[in-house]
T-cell receptor, first 114, second 110 residues
């Protein structure tokens, strides 16, 4: 167990729907990162939050949004889902807002859009 | 050109073999270099971390970084079936998010 908790583990939903993925960072970590992993693109950085504030944005679609709450857990909201959004979504956390020593990843949420 | 390129393999070796995994990167500002191991249906876990150029050894694993050629390597000695996983290289800098290679799938056959 890495200490980063992601729920749900699996999600199957229809096109056009909206889902919320949840992440609890490792105890003491203030930064949360969201990544999308697909076979053809690999791990793609979506967005980072540090202590409740958005810190950096990567290749995140406008249909996707995220937030980090005062208790430091984070949610990734995916809306108007398309077949191409099917992927593994990982949350990672780190102590600071820089990645000097790497991240700790959760086990991921496998999203299937049908 | 992707910032971090990695040969996706797959790579299949017999138990006990020396494994060499490689990546190249293009951003000269990258200073931190890492290797992650990802078992099937699991999240990536940090395996090795290197700052700037040089070697780092941890048990059967050795990470090498050559900043002059922008080349990152991971060597696994006496490979074991339990080493079978996808290995991802990652690079980053002070103002840069970690950028990952696509991963190399390694199978070590008993």
């Amino acid at each position: 167990d890495s200490g980063v908790t992601q729920t749900p583990k699996h999600l199957i939903t229809a096109t056009g729907q909206r889902v919320t993925l949840r992440c609890s960072p490792r105890s003491g970590d203030l930064s949360v990162y969201w990544y999308q992993q697909s076979l053809d693109q690999g791990l793609q950085f979506l967005i980072q939050y540090y202590n409740g504030e958005e810190r950096a944005k990567g290749n995140i679609l406008e249909r996707f949004s995220a937030q980090q709450f005062p208790d430091l857990h984070s949610e990734l909201n995916l809306s108007s889902l398309e077949l191409g959004d099917s992927a593994l979504y990982f949350c990672a956390s780190s102590v600071g807002h820089r990645e000097n020593y790497g991240y700790t990843f959760g086990s991921g949420t496998r999203l299937t859009v049908v | 050109q992707k910032e971090v390129e990695q040969d996706p393999g797959p790579l299949s070796v017999p138990e006990g073999a020396i494994v060499s995994l490689n990546c190249t990167y293009s951003n000269s500002a990258f200073q931190y270099f890492m290797w992650y191991r990802q078992y099937s249906r699991k999240g990536p876990e940090l395996l090795m971390y290197t700052y700037s150029s040089g070697n780092k050894e941890d048990g059967r694993f050795t990470a090498q970084v050559d900043k002059s050629s922008k080349y990152i390597s991971l060597f696994i000695r006496d490979s074991q079936p339990s080493d079978s996983a996808t290995y991802l290289c990652a690079s980053g800098g002070s103002n840069y998010k970690l950028t990952f290679g696509k991963g190399t799938l390694l199978t070590v056959n008993p």
